[in-house]
């Protein structure tokens, strides 16, 4: 599984395509800005995908230090994918305000006549279609990666300070999250995040 990505080299070329450099051509050209814009974007998306699926797979007992490789990558580098993933949350975070928000504003809905559950459904739909699935991803990588790495840890905490934000941002994030998931594997992995962080 996810040990394969690692041992097979799969993080060097991961890692670059995560900071937006050496995309991988498409089958068929983009012609349009519009075009290599969403390729871009399916790509970036992808890539938060394999991680989270590395934070989730990856554990001490993962054979060739799987996990404590992946971690290393983020702690290298002058720090630059902790930065990375804070930008990203950041950049998320934003995009599913607004979407929150102009579902409020433009909603011809009544809120007292609506039940409850069907309105939390209707707000849930439209932060997944401003890309809820990768913030709540980019919040579940950014604390794994700061629970296992006392260097990570830090940087991201600075990155955020920066923003004149703090650790709340990911909290948020992973609490959305869980808000979103069945009980299984991926809610005890958010669970065991947010008692970490």
Not at 114 to 127: F, G
Request: charged share 30%.
């Amino acid at each position: 599984g996810a040990e394969r990505v690692v041992t097979a080299g799969g993080l060097k070329f991961l890692f670059p395509i995560f900071l937006g450099n050496r995309i991988p051509k498409p089958w068929s050209t983009p012609t349009t800005p519009k075009a290599k814009r969403e390729w871009f974007h399916s790509i970036k998306t992808q890539t938060v995908r394999i991680f989270y699926a590395l934070a989730l797979q990856l554990d001490d007992s993962s054979p060739e230090d799987a996990k404590a490789r992946f971690l290393a990558k983020f702690a290298g580098e002058d720090m630059k994918y902790c930065d990375r993933l804070v930008e990203l949350l950041f950049e998320y975070d934003e995009r599913v305000r607004k979407a929150e928000f102009n579902f409020y504003r433009s909603s011809d809905v009544d809120e007292s006549l609506v039940a409850e559950d069907d309105l939390a459904l209707a707000v849930m739909e439209a932060k997944l279609k401003a890309g809820g699935d990768v913030y709540y991803r980019v919040g579940a990588i950014t604390a794994y990666v700061a629970a296992n790495s006392k260097k990570c840890h830090e940087r991201i905490l600075s990155q955020l300070h920066l923003q004149q934000s703090g650790i709340s941002l990911i909290k948020g994030a992973l609490i959305d999250f869980r808000s979103s998931l069945k009980n299984g594997r991926q809610k005890q992995f958010i669970d065991a995040l947010l008692d970490l962080i």
